[in-house]
């Protein structure tokens, strides 16, 4: 059973920059996300949750929302199996609790940011952005 565990969350200041980490356990083969899709998705107290980020190691393709395109970037070490989400130029709007989620799958019919293509999710980490 895949297991994911986010960290790095924390306080920030308008303008400034965290790096978020996800980690994946409970397997014994190594790159084994190889075979996973990774998105990071947020979710702010009385809204949606919204996918923020995914990225597909078979062909190395990344999405971003709009909103955050060109602050936010994902990447992964697959040897390591942690996925980052490097998040800068933060804004208040930025808060909120984000997960990173996991999905054994290629293609998605609702998309890669659609929260229910996925299987596996993280506790999630607080991001708090002040003016």
């Known amino acids: 059973q895949l297991q994911l565990a986010e960290s790095g969350g924390g306080s920030v200041q308008y303008g400034g920059s965290l790096r978020l980490s996800c980690a994946a356990s409970?397997?014994?083969?190594?790159?084994?996300?190889?075979?996973?899709?990774i998105t990071w998705f947020r979710q702010a107290p009385g809204k949606e949750r919204e996918g923020v980020a995914c990225s597909k190691s078979h062909d190395l393709t990344t999405y971003y929302a709009d909103s955050v395109k060109g602050r936010f970037t994902i990447s992964r070490d697959d040897v390591k199996n942690v996925v980052y989400l490097q998040m800068d130029s933060l804004k208040p709007e930025d808060t909120a609790v984000y997960y990173c989620?996991?999905?054994?799958?290629?293609?998605?019919?609702?998309?890669?940011?659609?929260?229910?293509?996925?299987?596996?999710w993280g506790q999630g980490t607080q991001v708090t952005v002040s003016s």
């Open positions: 989620a996991a999905a054994p799958k290629f293609t998605f019919d609702s998309g890669e940011l659609s929260d229910s293509e996925y299987t596996y």
């Open positions: 409970g397997f014994t083969s190594r790159f084994v996300l190889d075979y996973y899709a």
